[in-house]
C-alpha cells in the first residue's frame, strides 16, 4: 500500500531555531548551549514533485536549491520515519547563523527541517520530542548541537541503549555569552580527525572533573567559569589548525575570562561573569588579537527551536 502525502498543498508554518554551541571546554560531545542568534525558515506545502528554494543571508551563494539541501534532506527523513510521503515545498530561508565556524548551523538547518515536517504533518502525525531528539541525532551525528537547538538552554546530551537523552538546565542569569567569530572556517570533520584515539588517564580525569564543576559553574556559581571551562581532551590537539582562535583564546584566559573554542572553531565562546566583564573581554581582544573578530553579545536562548502557527496560503 502505498504511503498517503501529507498534508494538502497550501499549509504553511514559520520555524526559528537558535545558534548553538557545544563543548563549552571540557564536555566534549556532551554539553551545548544555545544562544540568541537565530535561523528562520518559511515553508509551504506544494504539490508533489514541486520544490521552491530561496536562501537569504548566510550560505546563500554555496548552498544547493535542490533535494540536497540540508533542511529538505532532514523534513524527507521525517516524513519517511513517520510512513507518509513528503509533499513539494517552497523553502525561505533568512539564514544568520554563520557557516562554518562553530556555532551548531548544520544542526540548526537539521533542527529547521525536522520542526517544519512536525508542524506540516500536525494534525496527521505528532512527532513528539523523543523523536525528534533521535531523527535530528541520526542526521547530525550526535546529540550536542542539536538538543539545545531543539530545547534551549543548557543541554547535557548522552545515548544509551534506547538512543539519544538530553537533561535541560537553567543558566544562571549572571552568565553573559559573547561570541567572537572570525571571517575564516574550520571543518568539523577535519578538527575530529586532529585528536588522538586516546588520551592520558589523567587528561580523561581532568575534564571530568572540570565537566562537573561547569554544570554547577553555569547553573549556581558564575565565579567559578574560569577553572570549569578548563579542558585536556580537544582544544589543544586542534590549535594547529585554528591559530588565530588558540591565541584569543589563551590571551583571554590570561586575564581570567572564560574564554573557550565554540565546538569545532573557530569561533571563540567566553562565558562571562556579568555584562560588565563582557565587555572587558571585547576590548580586550581588539587591543590583542591579529585576526580580525566579529564580537557578538548574545543571551542564553532559553526555548529552543520554535514552530509558528500554520494556516492555509494560497499556493
Given at each position: 500500500m502505498t504511503a498517503p502525502v501529507a498534508p494538502e498543498p497550501g499549509r504553511r508554518v514559520l520555524v526559528r531555531v537558535p545558534a548553538t554551541s557545544a563543548n563549552l571546554g571540557p564536555g566534549f560531545d556532551t554539553l551545548g548551549l544555545a544562544l540568541s542568534i537565530y535561523d528562520e525558515l518559511d515553508v509551504t506545502a506544494l504539490p508533489e514533485g514541486e520544490l521552491e528554494i530561496d536562501v537569504e543571508g548566510e550560505g546563500m551563494g554555496d548552498v544547493p536549491r535542490d533535494a540536497s539541501h540540508l533542511v529538505v534532506r532532514a523534513i524527507a527523513y521525517a516524513y519517511e520515519a513517520v510512513g507518509r510521503r513528503m509533499p513539494g515545498l517552497r523553502l525561505r530561508a533568512r539564514n544568520v547563523i554563520p557557516h562554518g565556524r562553530g556555532l551548531g548551523s548544520s544542526g540548526a538547518a537539521v533542527v529547521s527541517g525536522l520542526l517544519a515536517a512536525k508542524g506540516l504533518l500536525r494534525g496527521d502525525v505528532e512527532i513528539g520530542d523523543e523523536t525528534l531528539l533521535r531523527l535530528a541525532t541520526e542526521?547530525?551525528?550526535?546529540?550536542?548541537?542539536?538538543?539545545?537547538?531543539?530545547?534551549?538552554?543548557?543541554?547535557?546530551?548522552?545515548?544509551?541503549?534506547?538512543?539519544?537523552?538530553?537533561?535541560?538546565?537553567?543558566?544562571?542569569?549572571?552568565?553573559?555569552?559573547?561570541?567572537?567569530?572570525?571571517?575564516?572556517?574550520?571543518?568539523?570533520?577535519?578538527?575530529?580527525?586532529?585528536?588522538?584515539?586516546?588520551?592520558?588517564?589523567?587528561?580523561?580525569?581532568?575534564?571530568?572533573?572540570?565537566?562537573?564543576?561547569?554544570?554547577?559553574?553555569?547553573?549556581?556559581?558564575?565565579?567559578?567559569?574560569?577553572?570549569?571551562?578548563?579542558?585536556?581532551?580537544?582544544?589543544?590537539?586542534?590549535?594547529?589548525?585554528?591559530?588565530?582562535?588558540?591565541?584569543?583564546?589563551?590571551?583571554?584566559?590570561?586575564?581570567?575570562?572564560?574564554?573557550?573554542?565554540?565546538?569545532?572553531?573557530?569561533?571563540?565562546?567566553?562565558?562571562?561573569?556579568?555584562?560588565?566583564?563582557?565587555?572587558?573581554?571585547?576590548?580586550?581582544?581588539?587591543?590583542?588579537?591579529?585576526?580580525?573578530?566579529?564580537a557578538h553579545m548574545l543571551a542564553v536562548d532559553v526555548k529552543g527551536g520554535t514552530v509558528g502557527e500554520y494556516a492555509e496560503s494560497a499556493t
Open positions: 542526521l547530525e551525528g550526535h546529540p550536542d548541537n542539536v538538543a539545545p537547538g531543539l530545547f534551549g538552554g543548557l543541554t547535557i546530551a548522552w545515548v544509551d541503549e534506547t538512543g539519544p537523552q538530553h537533561k535541560k538546565l537553567i543558566v544562571h542569569r549572571g552568565v553573559s555569552p559573547l561570541v567572537f567569530v572570525p571571517d575564516f572556517t574550520m571543518s568539523t570533520s577535519v578538527a575530529r580527525s586532529l585528536q588522538p584515539l586516546q588520551v592520558p588517564r589523567e587528561d580523561a580525569v581532568f575534564n571530568v572533573s572540570r565537566s562537573a564543576l561547569l554544570i554547577a559553574a553555569l547553573t549556581q556559581s558564575p565565579e567559578l567559569l574560569l577553572a570549569a571551562t578548563e579542558d585536556k581532551l580537544h582544544q589543544s590537539y586542534r590549535a594547529q589548525a585554528m591559530p588565530g582562535t588558540d591565541q584569543l583564546v589563551r590571551a583571554l584566559r590570561a586575564e581570567g575570562f572564560a574564554a573557550v573554542v565554540s565546538g569545532a572553531g573557530p569561533s571563540v565562546l567566553v562565558l562571562a561573569d556579568g555584562p560588565g566583564r563582557r565587555l572587558e573581554a571585547a576590548a580586550l581582544a581588539a587591543k590583542t588579537a591579529d585576526t580580525p573578530w566579529e
